[in-house]
T-cell receptor, first 115, second 114 residues
């Protein structure tokens, strides 16, 4: 079945440490890919998106993500985490890619940042 | 910067009652969406809306749900007879064009059905 998977439900990192959040998708063609962040009590904010071209994309708040076709992955990274990055992170794929583009979300990864 | 707004932020209702959740999408956007997120679960698509009609709806979006764009600015989600399992955060989103472009989300309405 077509899906978006975020294997890590909960991740805890120390402030200043690096971060990688995993996302895998199971669609045949190269999908468009998004990462959204949801801070407590807030809506969903787009961090970054991949449509085509350079497989390493830069986003807001110092985040980046790399699309790897061979691994069907689109992992989110940040070299140095700040306490304000504590939030829930969602990977999403629009389906169908060229139509209404409803977003299919992964389960989400909750990031906790230790001081 | 333009943003999607939603009202109310929190709605408490009794089972069987009708509720209307309101959204004001960004003014030049053409495609509108409702999603919901049950506590602790992932965000799920409910319905998409374009050109004054439903483009697509999920299995969740049964006859108890309806959407409307009553004027040029509001986009509403109505639940006719709420059930306990309708308790969730409901997000409205909009995008300037369809097909894989960024969706801008509102802050959500938390619906609690008692």
């Amino acid at each position: 079945a077509q899906s978006v998977t975020q294997p890590d439900i909960h991740i805890t990192v120390s402030e200043g440490a690096s971060l990688e959040l995993r996302c895998n998708y199971s669609y045949g063609a190269t999908p468009y890919l998004f990462w959204y962040v949801q801070s407590p009590g807030q809506g969903l904010q787009l961090l970054l998106k991949y449509f085509s071209g350079d497989t390493l994309v830069q986003g807001i708040k110092g985040f980046e993500a790399e699309f790897k076709r061979s691994q069907s992955s689109f992992n989110l990274r940040k070299p140095s985490v700040h306490w304000s990055d504590a939030a829930e992170y969602f990977c999403a794929v629009p389906r169908p890619a060229g139509n209404t583009g409803k977003l299919i979300f992964g389960q989400g990864t909750t990031l906790q940042v230790k001081p | 910067e333009p943003e999607v707004t939603q009202t109310p932020s929190h709605q408490v209702t009794q089972m069987g009652q009708e509720v209307i959740l309101r959204c004001v999408p960004i003014s030049n956007h053409l495609y509108f969406y409702w999603y919901r997120q049950i506590l602790g679960q992932k965000v799920e698509f409910l319905v998409s809306f374009y050109n004054n009609e439903i483009s697509e709806k999920s299995e969740i979006f049964d006859d108890q749900f309806s959407v409307e764009r009553p004027d040029g600015s509001n986009f509403t989600l109505k639940i006719r007879s709420t059930k306990l399992e309708d308790s969730a955060m409901y997000f409205c989103a909009s995008t300037p064009r369809g097909g894989s472009y960024e969706q801008y989300f509102g802050p959500g309405t938390r619906l609690t059905v008692t």
